[in-house]
Nanobody
Framework: QVHLVASGGGFVQAGGSLRLSCAFS????????MEWYRQAPGKQRELLAS???????IHADSVKGRFTISSDNAKNTVYLQMNSLKPEDTANYYC?????????????WGQGTQVTVSS
C-alpha cells in the first residue's frame, strides 16, 4: 500500500504561483508513474502532468509552459510548480501513483489539496 499526502494548496491572485507537494511513503518513482490531476466543481477530472519511472514528463496542453512536474527522490516527494495561475485553475488537485500489474492498473490516490485563484 502506497500512501500519498498532497499539500501546498491555497489562495492566490491571478498571475501568482504555488508549488504543490505530494509526499509518499516509500521511494516509488523508479517503479510508478506519478501524476497530478485536478477537478473543479461540475467539471470532469483532468490529467495535468505525468512523470514516469524513467524520468520523462508530459504536461497537458492546458498547463504546458505554466506547470511543471518534478521529483525529489531523496525526499520521497513529487512537486507541481504552478506559475501564471488563472482563475480557471481553481480546483481540487490530486496526486496519484500508478503502475501496470499482471491483473491491471494499480493506482493509489492522495487526498486533494484545494487551489483557489482570484481574479
Amino acid at each position: 500500500q502506497v500512501h500519498l499526502v498532497a499539500s501546498g494548496g491555497g489562495f492566490v491572485q491571478a498571475g501568482g504561483s504555488l508549488r504543490l507537494s505530494c509526499a509518499f511513503s516509500e521511494n516509488i518513482t523508479s517503479v510508478y508513474t506519478m501524476e497530478w490531476y485536478r477537478q473543479a466543481p461540475g467539471k470532469q477530472r483532468e490529467l495535468l502532468a505525468s512523470l514516469n519511472s524513467r524520468g520523462s514528463t508530459i504536461h497537458a496542453d492546458s498547463v504546458k509552459g505554466r506547470f511543471t512536474i518534478s521529483s525529489d527522490n531523496a525526499k520521497n516527494t513529487v512537486y507541481l510548480q504552478m506559475n501564471s495561475l488563472k482563475p480557471e485553475d481553481t480546483a481540487n488537485y490530486y496526486c496519484t501513483a500508478a503502475r501496470t500489474r499482471s491483473y491491471g492498473l494499480e493506482t493509489f490516490w492522495g487526498q486533494g489539496t484545494q487551489v483557489t485563484v482570484s481574479s
